[in-house]
């Protein structure tokens, strides 16, 4: 290690004073221009990741669904996953130290980890299309040179991309190639191959509205459209030549307002869908013919998805166990059709896809959403086995069956939740069902919900339990949500602090939209009055 030169290289890349961030849910996430020293030190870190890991460790610079002012930076493990959460501490250990502080902390965090400094070290970099990300990828490339990293800069590309690049790399490209075209091609050959056993294709060409949050996934999908184009003709909206980044629109923007994006021109009845600014979210929805919008959120996607893969598994009599993961984000009508109705077992874990990933390992089908449109499915390597087993020695119709699972496993994304790869295992799904998207949204009923947010001055004074549905302090305040709680009807109301934003974040569902309204609100107000509330009051409007 030259620690000459990181001591030069990181004067080039000062910290500015005062400032103090936190590896949170999504990695660290800010206005754009106080992130230069966090990226060089994220440069830094990937490279002891790498060594100690003897693995490729990818760096995504993006600040997601976040306006485009914000950055963000966050590593990727080995097999695509979220950074482990010791490395977590590292990361926000790293990027709040004092410049004197820097060698001192580089050679702690190796002798805790065992880094082997002589070990090579090799960094994937991605970034989107903030016009702050460009510059910012670059002092991450600073960071992992000056420890003597090799890297690949990717360039533009989607967060699930990179996570993808990451797990074939180190998977000596088992899974796929790790390369832009090797993404296209494995992706767009199930999704074809796929829609090809669709009774009605061919009578329809079947098309899709995105709206791309002016973000990344403009770009990529105009650059994959044509490999899967025989099958599904898609028209991009916000594709970031007019517009800015997530304002306005994307799929952060239709599920918190309910309301369709604004550049986007919808039909009745018309198939829509938006994705966010990095591309690893998708939520579908539709207006009416008169006029109403309905909203088709990740809840309603797993469960699509879900059940598509339950008649799959009962036609080729394989007993692969299967569970849905979900956060208490999930409308709770959702959790009960699945349970009541289609009979998947259900799990609720903590908020971030971290959680929800490390529970979905544990069947060997593992689907999970966050109700926001981030989720994928996971398959165990048994049950990958035993597919493509099948796939060879079934017959007829229970062959079609397991060919459709082996396609269905190679179009999701293993690594991450991808709004690209999630799309078309949708639209596969609707064609071979001949599913209208009034008849996916008619599955069940949401129950009418609002999510509202609270400044208070520090946000971690309210803990929670029991995946995040009970607050345990301050104390007072879980008495007061459930004296909230009992005045309305079918109703359910949680409060916890955001992982992302300095804010706590307030969810209720009740009978009527009204009554969510006003749950919310004063559910809002407790947490003002009770958790150190600062600015202004919760107000009762919307
Ligand atoms: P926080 O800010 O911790 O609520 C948000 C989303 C998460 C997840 C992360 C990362 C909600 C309520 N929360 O987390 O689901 O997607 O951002 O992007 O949607
Ligand atoms: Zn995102």
Not at 209 to 222: F, Q, S
Not at 481 to 493: D, E, P, Q, T
Request: proline share 3%.
């Amino acid at each position: 290690m030259d620690l000459d030169a990181i001591t030069k290289y990181s004067a080039l890349h000062a910290k500015p004073s005062g400032l103090i961030l936190q590896y949170g849910t999504a990695g660290f996430r800010t206005k754009a221009e106080h992130l230069d020293h966090v990226m060089f030190r994220m440069g830094l870190l990937a490279v002891l990741r790498s060594k100690q890991t003897k693995s490729t460790i990818g760096v995504m610079v993006t600040a997601s669904h976040n306006p485009e002012e914000d950055n963000g930076v966050k590593l990727i493990d080995p097999l695509g996953e979220m950074l482990a959460p010791s490395w977590e501490e590292h990361a926000t250990c790293l990027a709040n130290i004092e410049e004197q502080d820097m060698q001192r902390v580089l050679i702690d965090i190796g002798e805790k980890e065992a880094v082997n400094f002589q070990q090579d070290a090799f960094v994937v970099i991605g970034r989107d299309t903030r016009p702050s990300s460009e510059k910012l990828s670059q002092s991450v490339i600073d960071g992992v040179t000056v420890l003597g990293g090799q890297f690949h800069d990717y360039g533009m590309l989607t967060t699930p991309q990179l996570h993808y690049m990451v797990y074939c790399r180190n998977t000596s490209d088992q899974y796929g190639k790790a390369t832009i075209e090797g993404y296209y091609q494995k992706h767009s050959k199930a999704f074809v191959e796929l829609t090809k056993q669709a009774s009605c294709s061919g009578d329809e060409n079947r098309t899709l509205k995105i709206d791309c949050a002016n973000g990344i996934g403009a770009l990529k999908l105009r650059e994959m459209e044509h490999y899967f184009s025989q099958s599904l003709s898609v028209h991009l909206f916000n594709d970031g030549t007019k517009g800015k980044l997530n304002h306005l629109c994307g799929a952060d923007f239709v599920k918190s307002h309910q309301k369709p994006p604004e550049g986007m021109e919808m039909k009745s009845n018309e198939r829509c869908c938006s994705f966010d600014g990095d591309a690893d979210r998708i939520v579908y929805y539709y207006q009416d013919a008169d006029g109403h919008f309905h909203l088709i959120d990740g809840d309603k996607i797993a469960t699509l998805i879900s059940s598509f893969l339950k008649e799959l598994l009962l036609e080729v009599g394989e007993s692969l166990s299967i569970g849905v993961v979900q956060t208490a984000y999930a409308n709770g009508n959702s959790t009960r059709y699945l349970e009541e109705v289609m009979k998947v077992p259900v799990y609720c874990t903590k908020t971030g896809v971290k959680h929800l990933h490390h529970k979905a390992q544990e069947f060997d089908i593992g689907v999970y959403f966050e109700a926001n449109g981030h989720g994928t499915v996971l398959f165990s390597k048994f049950a990958e086995m035993k597919i493509r087993q099948l796939a060879k020695e079934l017959e007829d119709n229970k062959r079609k069956a397991a060919k459709m699972l082996e396609n269905i496993f190679d179009l999701f994304n293993q690594a991450t939740g991808d709004a690209i790869s999630d799309m078309l295992v949708i639209e596969a799904i609707l064609a071979l069902k001949g599913l209208t998207v009034q008849q996916w949204d008619a599955l069940y009923t949401d129950i009418p919900n609002r999510q509202l947010k609270v400044k208070v001055a520090d946000r971690q004074v309210i803990s929670t339990t029991d995946a995040e549905r009970q607050a345990v302090t301050p104390p007072g305040l879980q008495e007061a949500i459930n004296g909230l709680v009992k005045k309305y009807r079918l109703s359910r109301a949680f409060v916890r602090p955001s992982g992302t934003e300095d804010v706590v974040r307030v969810y209720a569902e009740a009978d009527s939209q009204e009554s969510a309204n006003s749950l919310a609100y004063e559910v809002s107000l407790a947490v003002f009055q009770l958790a150190g509330g600062i600015g202004e009051r919760p107000q009762p409007r919307f």
